[in-house]
Antibody
Framework: EVQLVESGGGLVQPGGSLRLSCAAS????????MNWVRQAPGTGLEWVSV???????FYVDSVKGRFTISRDNSKNMLYLQMNSLRVEDTAVYFC????????????WGQGTMVTVSS | DIQVTQSPPTLSASVGDRVTITCRAS??????LAWYQQKPGKVPKLLIY???SLEGGVPSRFSGSGSGTEFTLTISSLQPDDFATYYC????????FGQGTKVEIK
């Protein structure tokens, strides 16, 4: 079965760090464009970051320099290292697959909640 | 960065109504525009890609049209299962979502 399963969310204080994980099954992470998308409570969807199949990574401006996306091909996993967290980073974080840079997101994980609060 | 604007933010409709949601991009995205449906507490579901192509398993009452900067999602006859929030997404340059349109019961 093709699926994505996120983990690693939780409560963290402002300025803290958290690492999210996304386990893929039924397809190969390294052959696809793997993304993180977030949704703050009661609001819309925001694309956060992508890891291309060729190894390049890109980020939305609001997380540049604070978040780092990576993958482990041997484990078929995607990660998001989040540092210097802010209250406004509070959201459900989804990992999602696109087959290329000119494709929408066809597979989504169930999401993991990140709460940044003191 | 390409911005995407959806309208209306909220739409009240009845079962059987024809519903249209509009999405405008700040610059041309060609036909690289998708539509998603999201229900409360659930994961977004891809409905339409490439502006007008129906994703497998999506009912034919859903249709999309447009190219360049103006796009529409139409539900020809609203069903009880269709009350949800709909998002458009451009994927011509990275990915950007519209703000969403909540379709609620009139």
């Amino acid at each position: 079965e093709v699926q994505l399963v996120e983990s690693g969310g939780g409560l963290v204080q402002p300025g803290g760090s958290l690492r999210l994980s996304c386990a893929a099954s039924g397809f190969t992470v390294s052959s696809n464009y793997m993304n993180w998308v977030r949704q703050a409570p009661g609001t819309g969807l925001e694309w956060v970051s992508v890891f291309y199949s060729d190894g390049r990574a890109f980020y939305v401006d609001s997380v540049k320099g604070r978040f780092t996306i990576s993958r482990d091909n041997s484990k078929n996993m995607l990660y998001l290292q989040m540092n210097s967290l802010r209250v406004e980073d509070t959201a459900v974080y989804f990992c999602a697959r696109s087959r290329s840079g000119l494709e929408p997101f066809d597979i989504w994980g169930q999401g993991t909640m990140v709460t940044v609060s003191s | 960065d390409i911005q995407v604007t959806q309208s209306p933010p909220t739409l009240s409709a009845s079962v059987g109504d024809r519903v249209t949601i509009t999405c405008r991009a700040s610059q041309s995205v060609s036909s690289y525009l998708a539509w998603y449906q999201q229900k409360p507490g659930k994961v977004p579901k891809l409905l339409i890609y490439k502006a007008s192509s129906l994703e497998g398993g999506v009912p034919s009452r859903f249709s999309g049209s447009g190219s360049g900067t103006e796009f529409t999602l139409t539900i020809s006859s609203l069903q009880p299962d269709d009350f949800a929030t709909y998002y458009c997404q451009q994927y011509h340059s990275y990915w950007t979502f519209g703000q969403g349109t909540k379709v609620e019961i009139k």
